[in-house]
């Protein structure tokens, strides 16, 4: 189909001005959605990707940069700190989006935030704390800053042409396009960004590492680096839950995540775990909450207090445990069910040529040895055509030293002076560059100390020369510089690892199990959805169960506070709970109620509770129309810790009535009719499907329906084979004059 060409209609503007006129105004312009997003979106998109929140190989994003390089210029690789408002006042001219994105930035930068594993920025005053969103920075005109002795690694020869420059904003300077870094940044410290519709997540590598593994990369190409890198290394420490195969994937991809967990020391004098470590994907402030909430519902009552100490020395949130509780299994619980251990997703997307490109670790080193190749031979062409140049004028010297003499008398006796620098071309066979650079030299330096050190260095720049255009003709050279220069960056700046690295144990949600304190309880469930657990001893003591008017008792049950509970509500879902979810109460309360206890949705209860250990056995749904769905208990049994399971029994017929059976059984199903069906359980296979519709058992006549099911007491009626069927379904049989007084109420 031809696409439809753009119609405009014109508007008549009834309030304009005879004398005033707008190119286009009161024009209604269609278009195709497809050409608004390339004109209007897609400009705006790539934008972003490009020149805002994706960093490019040297490590850095654009705000970066404009930053650094600020400062660079500001000569605050040297001397004292200044004031951090100047240098956001000067980085402005780089940059025009604001004082305040430029400040933030320059925070996440400094030593003093701790968000880096190599600061770049060296701060005095306060910078607030990554790990805390509550201690903030402080205005730009009450901190201090210069740039950190690592920082001089990223401007190593910048004004070499090792990078390309471009103008900026306003065009009244030059600013780099990249950093001529001396060492792989983009994997030494974490960087993350939001572009639009895609992102960048990187996290930051031990440098040592890092300069190794390029270093063997170099040697070899085909290096395996999981052998000098195991895993990444954060400013904050953590204990870092290593899986091999999920790391090589990280390793070999640039996606996937891993765990970090907090770590601690455990005071035993005073009751208390100290926790000086944290995941760098949280906050302080975010993990003091979840506790607390644990706390409140009753899933951490081993905790008496949590509290943040965390001062001058360095992060510290303090855990006050109960006598007899065991700090390491509490802290295992802690981990599973707070950010004190988090995931670390990683995206390592990095524009390179100006082409976003998710990138595993091995790759990225390898266009960054790229990319420092390309540096390292832009300042060995730099420096290669200076030197030519310098050698160029002093072989023009050399010829005039020959006969200072004769070069005097030419001066001497040339009457103007700009026939000088023609009359020295033509009485030495030198060119105009070479007689413009004699001219210049100094009665002082005519001595023959200066023409012996001259004549000198113009052997020493041929060998120079020489040097240069073999590392050029040389990719081995090329590579053996960049070996060297790493080298030196670990010397003077390498740390040991922050992060400790422990294997993935084999942990499982039966190891939480025993952490659960397990005892005889006795377990009560209303027609109200109103639950209640009481021990045995309590239960001696009490008197009669106090319930809610018009309440009563559905399900009364023995069992351990390890049980599993599944709440089965009138949405067909199942909500599942463990009985130590609930706390021990007594006869003379109403108990929890169910469906605020589980945050059931809006206008759902809870219709029926199952109780199991092992999940054996089997869920009963009788519908209204006659028909039974056999359900196995294994099937609501599920390896993660989920709270809600939906589909949990079918939703096309109404319920009737919910059984939980641990083996096949006799049950007696009534009808509104009247008549009664003796059931045996076995003669209905059972289904792993949960929402299934079951087989009709009971023939139903129109109008009627299946008013409920009971379990059958042996000698309850005088004649059970009346009631009986060999076939399904079955309409049963009217209630004998002789069983009539043996119907029990539904």
């Not at 508007?11 to 390339?38: F, K, M, S």
């Not at 360095?314 to 599973?336: E, H, N, Q, S």
């Not at 590392?471 to 400790?500: C, G, N, Q, T």
């Amino acid at each position: 189909m031809p696409r439809k060409p753009k119609q405009k209609t014109a508007q008549r503007d009834e309030t304009a001005q005879p004398n005033a006129h707008i190119l286009g105004a009161g024009e209604v312009v269609e278009q195709y959605i497809t050409e608004t997003l390339e004109t209007n979106y897609m400009p705006y998109a790539m934008s972003v990707i490009l020149s805002r929140a994706i960093p490019e190989i040297d490590g850095f994003k654009p705000s970066h940069r404009k930053l650094l390089y600020t400062m660079y210029k500001m000569g605050l690789l040297s001397g004292g700190t200044i004031k951090s408002a100047n240098i956001v006042g000067r980085t402005m001219q780089l940059n025009p989006h604001g004082d305040g994105p430029i400040y933030e930035t320059m925070v996440r930068l400094t030593r003093g935030n701790e968000a880096l594993l190599h600061p770049y920025i060296q701060s005095k005053g306060n910078f607030g704390k990554a790990y805390s969103r509550n201690m903030q920075c402080a205005a730009s005109r009450y901190t201090e800053a210069k740039l950190e002795p690592i920082a001089a690694e990223l401007f190593a020869d910048i004004d070499k042409d090792t990078v390309d420059f471009v103008d900026n904003y306003d065009n009244t300077m030059k600013e780099p396009t990249l950093f001529p870094v001396t060492f792989p940044s983009v994997l030494v410290n974490a960087n993350t960004g939001i572009a639009v519709g895609m992102a960048s997540s990187i996290c930051s590598f031990n440098l040592r590492e890092i300069c190794e593994a390029t270093e063997a990369l170099i040697k070899d190409a085909d290096f395996d680096i999981n052998e000098i890198i195991k895993a990444p290394d954060f400013v904050g420490g953590g204990q870092i839950v290593y899986d091999e195969a999920q790391m090589r994937e990280i390793f070999r991809t640039g996606r996937g995540s891993f765990k970090v967990r907090s770590k601690y020391t455990v005071d035993k004098a005073n009751h208390c775990i100290d926790i000086t470590q944290i995941p760098p994907t949280t906050t302080a402030e975010a993990i003091i909450e979840k506790i607390i909430e644990k706390v409140k519902s009753g899933a951490a009552r081993e905790i008496a207090d949590v509290r943040d100490e965390t001062d001058k020395k360095g992060l510290k949130i303090t855990i006050d445990y109960k006598r007899g509780t065991d700090p390491d299994k509490l802290m295992k619980k802690l981990y599973k069910s707070t950010p004190l251990e988090d995931s670390f997703a990683c995206n390592f997307n990095v524009l390179i040529a100006g082409v976003p490109r998710v990138l595993g670790v091995r790759d990225l080193l390898l266009e960054w040895i790229a990319f420092r190749s390309e540096c390292v031979r832009r300042r060995t062409y730099f420096d290669l055509n200076r030197a030519k140049d310098r050698l160029h004028l002093l072989e023009g010297l050399q010829k005039i030293l020959l006969d200072i003499d004769k070069a005097i008398r030419i001066i001497r006796s040339t009457d103007e002076e700009a026939e000088v620098v023609p009359n020295l071309m033509i009485g030495f066979g030198i060119d105009k560059v070479q007689a413009e650079y004699v001219a210049e030299i100094k009665l002082r330096h005519l001595n023959r100390e200066y023409i012996l050190k001259r004549t000198a260095d113009i052997a020493e720049l041929r060998e120079r020369i020489e040097d240069m255009e073999d590392i050029l003709a040389s990719r081995a050279r090329v590579k053996k510089i960049i070996v060297s220069e790493l080298k030196s960056v670990v010397e003077k700046y390498a740390m040991p690892r922050r992060s400790e690295i422990i294997f993935a144990d084999a942990e499982s949600d039966e190891e939480a199990l025993e952490e659960i304190p397990d005892y005889p309880v006795h377990l009560f469930f209303t027609k109200e959805g109103y639950f209640k657990k009481i021990t045995p001893q309590s239960l001696r003591m009490s008197g009669e169960q106090k319930l809610k008017d018009g309440d009563s008792l559905l399900l009364t049950v023995e069992a351990t506070n390890n049980t599993d509970l599944l709440f089965f509500t009138d949405r067909c879902q199942v909500y599942k709970a463990k009985a130590a979810d609930f706390e021990d109460t007594k006869a003379s309360t109403l108990g929890d109620y169910v469906p605020s206890k589980l945050h059931m949705d809006a206008g759902e209860s809870a219709v029926y509770m199952a109780v199991t250990t092992d999940y054996k056995g089997y869920m009963l749904f009788f519908f209204e129309n006659g028909k039974l769905a056999k359900v196995d208990l294994s099937a609501y049994a599920t390896k993660t810790n989920r709270k809600k399971l939906i589909k949990a029994y079918c939703d096309k017929f109404p319920l009737a009535a919910v059984r939980q059976i641990a083996e096949d059984c006799e049950l007696v199903v009534q009808s509104t009719a009247g008549r009664i069906l003796l059931l045996n359980t076995g003669a209905v296979a059972p289904k792993t499907t949960k929402d299934t519709q079951g087989v009709a058992v009971m023939t139903l006549k129109k109008g009627h329906r299946v008013a409920g099911v009971r379990d059958y007491r042996e000698g309850e009626f005088q004649k059970p084979a009346r009631y009986r069927t060999r076939s399904l379904p079955a309409a049963g049989a009217l209630l004998s004059a002789e069983d009539a007084g043996e119907q029990l109420t539904l």
